[in-house]
């Protein structure tokens, strides 16, 4: 059973990237770049700077698509 | 100026500035993971550990500019959503789809078979390796194929039907989004890709030449390079001919402006070098250009493959005189009139939304029937005059030329390597000029790929949707102020990644040793590749 469990593709998998990310070297500094980039963007730009303003403002799509009508025609 | 045309400007730079460093990192990897792919198919063809070593190298730099430049490309869909609201609410339901298979695809794609090039080298078979870098090469372009199918789009809108219950336009026909003009802007941006990795590559090898070192290494690489550079940019500039043939059928006035171009001709010269003058304007009889050198009846050869066909000049345009898709002149809706037919456009769509807060459903079909008419022309509503329909002339103009002229240069650099590399490799080893140019180039290649996204997408302004939505109309009113401090953290955080993979990239070159690269040895670590 153990056997079984061990030898299953998906702890193959896990094993592969488990090794593969011990062993790096210069993907390490890659990884902490990605990373904080990720943090970057999601946890402040996405956040605090760069909302959806149709799915923030708006319940609906009606909502939205009478906003939207409004907009486009008194510009 | 407003706070709307300020915000409108902001969110331009804005965008500007992201996709030209998104640009960067975008088309190194296109290339460079087709040149790995092909350097690895000789190691595994050939069991040469040299060719191991050469492969894992520049699998190497692949990896760190894919790493940097990952993602980077979500911060456009950020800008979609915050400054660009209308416009993807109007163009959400045909813009949507290719983006959302580009994701998908990348995400698995990419994720699968990149981790198997980085931490496989021991743990698949050779054979299965290979796949995974060329499906990792195969994916980077599936996903640009997307982002370039829904950059066409706005380019040559088809394939869809305006609903303005939805507010939106309705995608009818999924294929139509493969127009001419997407197959063409496809395989022209992915291709100059595998040119300016081939810059790249010869450049990288040149600087160990000129270090005395890693010579067999910089000689194999410049051989790929050299042949991948050459192949890429002649299929760049062939599909840059069929992207000429489209923008002069689909996109007359980019044309028009790309040449300066205001009154048209049969047999219309291309302008090969010249200064504009800063006093032309569409609507007086100054003469285009301080001085100026023309290849006679090139423009017509480009546009048409007819050597004596008519191309419309800024002013033919403005009066109505244009192409069909077909190619053949015709006379069509002057500007002047699109505008007063995009106003009753706007009309229409108000009494639309009055009828529809009435529920007044005959009187929403009336409205209805009045849009679809003038519907075509919608766009053309939000401008006071002409000028306002005529892209920035002097920037298209002047990046289409450094963009062809550095193609001209680059095709020269490519044939001298590969003639340098074949028959003189003692010249190229020992030329510090020589390779001291080919490092310089580097960056020059840069410049012409940019000046290329500029030709296109400063070309088709004032446009975001050709016809139907201008970028004043497609930006959200936001504080101008905001616009602006988001632009320079933008600026700021670009700045320090583009900073982060040159000096990773530097380090990484600097530390490559001749003895791993020159004959393979020590290339079967563990560690080296990632």
Not at chain 2, 398 to 407: I, Q
């Given at each position: 059973m153990a056997l079984t469990l061990f030898s299953s593709p998906f702890v193959r998998v896990w094993r592969f990237y488990r090794d593969g990310f011990r062993e790096m070297t210069v993907g390490r500094t890659l990884w902490a770049i990605i990373i904080i980039k990720l943090i970057v963007m999601f946890g402040i730009l996405k956040l605090f700077f760069f909302p959806d303003l149709l799915s923030r403002d708006f319940d609906s799509d009606e909502q939205r698509a009478a906003h939207v009508r409004s907009e486009l025609t008194r510009r | 100026m407003t706070d709307l045309m300020t915000t409108v400007d902001w969110s331009r730079w804005q965008f500007a500035l992201t996709a030209i460093y998104h640009w960067l990192f975008v088309p190194l990897t296109l290339g460079l993971s087709v040149m790995v792919a092909v350097m690895e198919s000789v190691y595994v063809r050939t069991r040469s550990a040299a060719w191991l070593a050469t492969t894992k190298f520049w699998m190497r730099l692949f990896g760190i500019n894919?790493?940097?430049?990952?993602?980077?490309?979500?911060i456009l869909e950020f800008e979609f959503g915050t400054n660009w609201s209308n416009y993807s609410w109007f163009v959400g339901d045909i813009f949507g789809a290719p983006l959302a298979i580009e994701g998908i695809l990348a995400f698995f794609m990419e994720s699968t078979f990149i981790a198997v090039m980085f931490f496989g080298w021991k743990r698949v078979s050779p054979g299965f390796h290979l796949a995974a870098t060329w499906l990792t090469a195969l994916g980077a372009s599936i996903s640009a194929l997307w982002i370039l199918v829904a950059n066409a789009w706005m380019q040559y809108p088809v394939g869809m039907e305006f609903d303005p219950a939805q507010m939106r336009n309705v995608m009818t026909?999924?294929?139509?989004?493969?127009?001419?003009?997407?197959?063409?802007?496809?395989?022209?941006?992915?291709?100059?890709?595998?040119?300016?990795?081939?810059?790249?590559?010869?450049?990288?090898?040149?600087?160990?030449?000129?270090?005395?070192?890693?010579?067999?290494?910089?000689?194999?690489?410049?051989?790929?390079?050299?042949?991948?550079?050459?192949?890429?940019?002649?299929?760049?500039?062939?599909?840059?001919?069929?992207?000429?043939?489209?923008v002069a059928k689909c996109q007359p006035m980019k044309l028009a402006a790309m040449e300066g171009l205001y009154d048209g001709s049969h047999g219309q010269s291309l302008v090969a070098l010249a200064a504009l003058n800063?006093?032309?304007?569409?609507?007086?009889?100054?003469?285009?250009?301080?001085?100026?050198?023309?290849?006679?009846?090139?423009?017509?050869?480009?546009?048409?493959?007819?050597?004596?066909?008519?191309?419309?000049?800024?002013?033919?345009?403005?009066?109505?005189?244009?192409?069909t898709p077909e190619g053949d002149t015709i006379r069509t809706v002057a500007y002047a009139e699109r505008i007063e037919r995009g106003r009753r456009a706007h009309e229409a769509l108000r009494q639309y939304d009055r009828a529809m807060v009435a529920r007044d459903t005959a009187a929403m079909e009336e409205a209805e029937t009045l849009l679809r008419a003038d519907y075509p022309y919608f766009g053309y509503g939000y401008f006071d005059s002409v000028e306002e329909a005529?892209?920035?002339?002097?920037?298209?103009?002047?990046?289409?030329?450094?963009?062809?002229?550095?193609?001209?240069?680059?095709?020269?650099?490519?044939?001298v390597a590969l003639v340098l590399v074949y028959r003189f490799p003692r010249a190229l080893d020992s030329n510090k000029a020589t390779q001291w140019i080919a490092m310089l180039s580097v960056p020059l290649m840069w410049v012409c790929s940019e000046a290329g996204w500029m030709v296109a997408e400063v070309g088709r302004q004032p446009w975001t949707v050709q016809d139907l939505l201008p970028t004043r109309a497609a930006v959200s009113f936001l504080e101008p102020g905001a616009v602006m401090a988001t632009f320079w953290m933008f600026a700021g955080v670009f700045t320090v990644l583009l900073v982060a993979e040159v000096s990773i990239m530097m380090r990484q070159i600097s530390k490559a040793r001749t003895e791993d690269l020159d004959r393979g040895t020590g290339v079967l670590s563990s560690s080296d590749t990632h």
């Open positions: - | 894919f790493a940097i430049g990952v993602a980077t490309g979500l026909d999924f294929w139509s989004l493969f127009s001419g003009v997407a197959v063409n802007k496809f395989f022209h941006a992915v291709l100059s890709g595998w040119a300016l990795a081939g810059v790249f590559v010869i450049g990288v090898s040149a600087w160990f030449l000129l270090r005395g070192s890693n010579r067999e290494f910089a000689f194999r690489s410049i051989k790929v390079g050299g042949w991948m550079g050459l192949a890429g940019l002649l299929l760049t500039m062939y599909t840059g001919d069929g992207s000429a043939v489209e800063p006093d032309k304007r569409f609507d007086n009889q100054e003469d285009p250009y301080l001085f100026e050198m023309s290849l006679p009846k090139g423009l017509s050869i480009l546009a048409n493959h007819d050597a004596s066909s008519f191309v419309p000049g800024i002013n033919d345009l403005v009066n109505g005189i244009s192409f005529i892209p920035p002339v002097p920037v298209t103009f002047y990046s289409f030329r450094v963009m062809v002229m550095l193609g001209g240069y680059f095709l020269l650099f490519f044939f």
